[in-house]
C-alpha cells in the first residue's frame, strides 16, 4: 500500500481483512437483551446446583479429551445422529464453518448460498480466500431455486451454505427445493440447522441418501449459548478431513462435562424450547397489531419485522433500554428491518410498551 509504514497493518494485513469491519456485539448491561437469538429462560436451580458440583469435581487442571467420547454418545442418542455417520465437534457452530471452509479452499473454489443468509458464511470465505457468490432471496425472503440451481451451474460451488430456517429471515425452504439443491450441487452442502429445537423439521434422516450432505447444529440456541458447543454429521470419509483442521483441544473440559449432563436432562431444554414457540406466536400476533409493521413468518427463535425507519426505532428501543437487531444496510432485502429475539412473556411486553412508544412519538 502507497506510503505505508513498512511495519504497520496497512502495509502487511491482508486488503480484504483490512476492508472488513469485525463482527460487532453491542453492549448489553442493564438492557433487555432480544439481539442475539438466546434462550431467555434459566435452569431449574437443582439442576444448575448439580451442574455446580459437576464443575467442581472437573480436573481443570488437565487438557480436554480431544475426542470427548461422553459427549458424542449422548448426542447421537439425544439428536438421532445415523450410526454410519461421524461427528464434528467445535466451539460452536462457528469454528465447524471455519474449518469446513479452509478445508476446501482450494484456490478458485467458489462457496455459494442464499442472500440474507448468516453473515458468517461470506465472512469465512473471506478469510479462507474462496471466491463467495450470493445468491438473493425472493422480495418475501423465499428461496429463488431456479437462480440457485443456475448459479450451481454456472459457478461449479465447492461449497454450499443452506440455512435451515434461514437468519435473519426465520423462514424454513421448501424440503424438495433444498434438495433439488443437494442432488445438483458438484460439491459439499451443509444444511445449517442452528435453529432445529424451533422448526420440528431437519435434514439428518438425509444424511445416508446424500453423500456430500452435512447437518450442522448448535446448542446454542436450545439453552446453553455460554459453553459454545456446535456439531456436525457427515460421512465418515468428510469428516476424518475436516478433522485435520480442528485444534487438538477445541471443546474445552467444562463444556464437555456440562453438555453431556444436559443432554441427561434434555426434557428440561426441550420443555424451554417449546415455551419459546408459544411465546413466538403469542409476539408474532402482537406485533401484527401495531400500526405500519410487517411481521414475517418464523420457524426459528426471533421474528423479522419491517418497520417505518429501522434506525430511529433501534435508538428509539435502545433509549428505552430494549436492545434488538438492527438489519438495515446489511442486505437490500432487509431494508428499514429489525429482529427481535423471542424473550420471556415478561420481556416481550417491554418490547412492545418500548415499540408502541417510539412509533408514538414518530407520529408526534
Request: charged share 25%; glycine share 6%.
Amino acid at each position: 500500500m502507497m506510503g505505508a509504514s513498512p511495519k504497520s497493518p496497512q502495509a502487511l494485513v491482508r486488503e480484504e481483512i483490512l476492508a472488513l469491519k469485525a463482527y460487532h456485539v453491542a453492549p448489553a448491561a442493564g438492557m433487555v437483551k432480544l439481539d442475539a437469538m438466546e434462550n431467555p429462560y434459566g435452569l431449574p436451580e437443582d439442576l444448575r446446583a448439580e451442574i455446580g458440583e459437576l464443575a467442581a469435581s472437573t480436573a481443570l487442571n488437565r487438557y480436554p479429551d480431544p475426542t470427548a467420547p461422553a459427549l458424542r454418545e449422548r448426542l447421537r442418542a439425544a439428536f438421532d445422529i445415523p450410526a454410519e455417520c461421524e461427528l464434528l465437534l467445535g466451539n460452536g457452530s462457528d469454528e465447524i464453518i471455519t474449518m469446513v471452509t479452509q478445508t476446501l479452499a482450494r484456490p478458485g473454489a467458489v462457496m455459494l448460498a442464499p442472500e440474507p443468509s448468516f453473515a458468517m458464511y461470506r465472512m469465512n470465505a473471506i478469510y479462507s480466500r474462496m471466491r463467495y457468490v450470493g445468491v438473493p432471496l425472493k422480495r418475501d425472503f423465499g428461496l429463488d431455486t431456479g437462480a440457485f440451481l443456475a448459479a450451481i451451474e454456472e459457478h461449479r460451488p465447492a461449497l454450499v451454505f443452506i440455512a435451515y430456517p434461514n437468519n435473519p429471515t426465520g423462514n424454513l425452504f421448501p424440503e424438495r427445493d433444498v434438495e433439488a439443491i443437494i442432488e445438483a450441487a458438484p460439491g459439499f452442502v451443509v444444511i445449517d440447522e442452528a435453529y432445529h429445537a424451533f422448526a420440528g423439521k431437519s435434514f439428518m434422516d438425509r444424511l445416508a441418501r446424500y453423500p456430500n450432505l452435512m447437518v450442522m447444529r448448535t446448542v446454542s440456541k436450545l439453552g446453553l449459548a455460554g459453553i459454545r458447543l456446535g456439531y456436525a454429521a457427515a460421512r465418515p470419509e468428510w469428516i476424518r478431513e475436516f478433522d485435520k483442521l480442528r485444534p487438538p483441544y477445541n471443546v474445552n473440559v467444562l463444556t464437555q462435562a456440562v453438555a453431556a449432563r444436559m443432554l441427561e436432562r434434555l426434557e428440561v431444554l426441550e420443555a424451554q424450547a417449546a415455551q419459546i414457540r408459544a411465546d413466538r406466536a403469542q409476539l408474532a400476533e402482537d406485533l401484527r397489531r401495531l400500526p405500519a409493521i410487517e411481521v414475517y413468518p418464523s420457524e426459528a427463535n426471533f421474528i423479522l419485522a419491517r418497520v417505518p425507519d429501522a434506525d430511529a426505532l433501534y435508538r428509539g428501543l435502545e433509549a428505552r433500554k430494549v436492545l434488538v437487531r438492527n438489519l438495515h444496510g446489511s442486505h437490500p432485502l432487509l431494508e428499514n428491518c429489525l429482529r427481535f429475539t423471542v424473550g420471556t412473556p415478561q420481556e416481550n411486553g417491554l418490547l412492545l410498551a418500548a415499540l408502541r412508544a417510539c412509533l408514538e412519538d414518530r407520529e408526534a
